[in-house]
Structures are given as structure tokens and as C-alpha cells.
């Protein structure tokens, strides 16, 4: 039985992402596969999970004396396969490279973009550290045997050619986890829209939080904020009232949350890659599949699917008022906001679903083993 390792230093356990999709779709698919990360050891879906505990310090202990707990961890392993999820495991994907092993890396954001755009780095370093990353990013993705990406950017593969392998596996939705639950019985909370995952001003929830109150609306906010200080900005809003925050959840709770509500928000500001991306977040992918209409910021991908499959409304993220608009618009025509859940239902079975990106990530590391 082939060893494979996933390591990750700065996602939360039991990622959807890392666990829930990639780590148990290659249990069941007869890997013997360990996971280290931040937390507790323990078993789960197949999966052997070696936690490390918790960092001690903030961001700069994550990234370095934390990262080199995860990769001692990660090396007593002694897997075939490494397939790590951070950029601050670079230097050790190397490592691991040279020592023979086969390496992956899981690219979740295209970091050159998100780092000219990090609130906690001082505006005149950004983009040069962007780009002194990226020089990095490049010379060891030479040696690494493939790279993961969610999706193209403005129909652009942003790997292409830096890596022997390149491969865009998207976070879509597993159907026997929210598609597969679903009632359409189930009561809904009045005037209640959602908002589940990183809370952070350039997701949106500054002016999400600012344009439920003036839909009259109530705002369940699922997830953790990004930090104390933009947390304590944020509950200092007189409009704050409207919020119901629920803080990180876990995955029953998170669809108990959006069987409840009526609308599903993904504002994402134009920052960094948030809207050049073409793929959504899997937050939407949930939405849509617990029947959700949900309002998107307008990009041209969004605003494609949004009219290929008609199952929510595009908004300018930046505009308060439209947003606000948007809600006041679904909550008052229930009919129609039912259709465009429907709607997205269909989209995910169709299209946007697990079982199809499952079987990329399967056929990537059987190539993999061939070389």
C-alpha cells in the first residue's frame, strides 16, 4: 500500500479542502495516508491524522519553528508521496524532493497576487516581497513533480510551465455531505442570509455586515476573524446589531446554518485574486447545494455562470447600497429566489461537484508513481 503524507501548518484541522476531499477520496481509494497538522492525533475516514499541537507564538512562529514541527513530523512518516499545502513549506517540499520522495504542492491561492494586499505588511514592502516569493515559488515548483491549482485566472493557467505537472483540481462539493442532505421542508429563519468562512474586510464582511442592516436583514456570520483588531472594528459597527455570529463551526452545523437561511453571501472585494479567479469559493459550492440563491461580487466568471445556470444575483462588492439591494430583492420575491436555488442544485450535480475533481487528483498521483 503506497504511503502518502499531507502536511499543513496554517489550516485549520480537518480542512474541507485537505481532509474531507483530497486526504479521505485517497484512503478510499486504497493510499495508506497520514495528515499532519496543527492540533490533536487521531483516526478519521481512514485517515491517520498526527497533530502537532498548537503554535505557541503568531504568524512569524507559524511560518517558521511551527513549519519545521509539521515537516520533522511529516518526515518520520516516511511516505512515497508528500503533498503539502502552504507556501511557508516550500523550503521543505524541497527538502523532501532531494531526499527522493515524489512532492506535491496544493497552491490554494495564487500567493504573488494575495501578498501585494496582506492588511498586517506595510503597503511599501508588499509588492517586492511579492515578487521576491515568487522568484522562490518558481525555482523549487522546478523540482517538484506537480503543482495544484484550484482554476485558470481570466482563462489564464498561472502554473503553466513552471512544474513538470500541473493540475486544476477546484473545491467543489460533495454531494453526500450537503447536496444529498437537503430538505426542502426544512423552516427557514425569517429575513436570516448567511455568510460562511474567513472573516476578513477583503472578503466582503465589513460591508456585508453594513448592507444587512439596511436590508433589514440578519446576518449569520460563520467562521474566524482574520484577527482581534479587525474583529473589534467590526463589533464597534452600530450595525453590528444585526449579526448573528457563530463562530467556526463544524461541518453539521455549518449545513444546519444554511438550511436555516434564505440567501448565501460571497462579496469578495477586487483584491489580490479574489475576482480573477475562475472557479468559486467552497462556500458557494455549498450554498448552491443546500439550495441557496446566493449574491456574488461581479466578475466576468461569476457573471458567466451566473447567467449559464441563474442561481443568484452579481453586485459590485464595493457598493454597499447594491448589495443591500440585492438582499432586499431575494428576500421579497421568495418564488424566485426558490428557482435560483433550484437552479443552482442543478449546477452542482451537473457540473460543479467532487466526484468529477476526485477523479484528477486519482489520476495525477497514479502518473505520479509511474515517473
Not at 141 to 146: G, N, P
Not at 159 to 169: D, N, P, Y
Not at 284 to 310: G, Q, R, T, W
Request: aromatic share 10%; hydrophobic share 40%.
Amino acid at each position: 500500500m503506497t504511503k502518502v503524507c499531507h502536511m499543513t501548518s496554517a489550516h485549520a484541522p480537518e480542512d474541507v479542502r485537505i481532509f474531507h476531499k483530497e486526504c479521505v477520496s485517497l484512503a478510499k481509494a486504497g493510499y495508506d495516508v497520514t495528515l499532519v497538522e496543527r492540533g490533536d492525533s487521531y483516526e478519521k475516514d481512514g485517515v491517520h491524522i498526527v497533530g502537532v499541537g498548537m503554535p505557541a507564538g503568531g504568524r512569524l512562529e507559524r511560518m517558521t519553528s511551527f513549519a519545521k514541527r509539521i515537516y520533522e513530523q511529516a518526515l518520520a512518516v516516511d511516505a512515497e508521496i508528500y503533498h503539502f499545502h502552504d507556501p511557508e513549506l516550500l523550503p521543505y517540499g524541497l527538502k523532501l524532493k532531494r531526499a527522493g520522495k515524489k512532492v506535491i504542492f496544493d497552491s490554494h491561492e495564487r500567493y504573488t497576487e494575495q501578498l501585494k494586499n496582506k492588511p498586517y505588511l506595510p503597503a511599501a514592502v508588499t509588492i517586492p516581497m511579492a515578487k521576491a516569493y515568487g522568484c522562490y515559488e518558481r525555482r523549487v515548483l522546478k523540482e517538484l513533480d506537480a503543482v495544484i491549482f484550484p482554476c485558470t485566472m481570466q482563462g489564464e493557467n498561472p502554473f503553466a510551465g513552471l512544474c513538470r505537472r500541473v493540475e486544476l483540481i477546484s473545491n467543489a462539493a460533495i454531494l453526500g455531505e450537503f447536496f444529498d442532505q437537503y430538505d426542502s421542508m426544512r423552516e427557514k429563519a425569517p429575513r436570516q442570509i448567511c455568510y460562511v468562512g474567513g472573516l476578513t474586510k477583503e472578503r466582503g464582511i465589513t460591508n456585508d455586515v453594513l448592507a444587512s442592516a439596511k436590508a433589514e436583514a440578519t446576518l449569520a456570520l460563520a467562521g474566524e476573524f482574520s484577527d482581534a483588531d479587525y474583529e473589534a472594528e467590526v463589533r464597534k459597527l452600530a450595525e453590528f446589531s444585526c449579526v448573528d455570529y457563530r463562530g467556526r463551526l463544524d461541518r453539521d452545523d455549518v449545513r444546519a446554518l444554511l438550511a436555516e437561511s434564505r440567501i448565501g453571501l460571497c462579496t469578495l472585494l477586487d483584491v489580490g485574486q479574489y475576482c480573477k479567479i475562475d472557479t468559486f469559493g467552497i462556500k458557494v459550492f455549498e450554498y448552491m447545494s443546500m439550495a441557496l440563491p446566493v449574491i456574488l461580487s461581479k466578475s466576468a466568471y461569476n457573471c458567466k455562470m451566473v447567467d449559464k445556470y441563474h442561481f443568484g444575483l452579481c453586485i459590485d462588492p464595493s457598493n454597499i447600497d447594491e448589495i443591500a439591494e440585492a438582499i432586499t430583492y431575494l428576500l421579497d420575491h421568495p418564488e424566485e429566489a426558490r428557482q435560483m436555488g433550484e437552479n443552482g442544485r442543478r449546477a452542482v450535480k451537473e457540473e460543479f461537484n467532487w466526484g468529477v475533481e476526485e477523479k484528477k487528483l486519482l489520476a495525477l498521483y497514479e502518473d505520479i508513481l509511474k515517473k
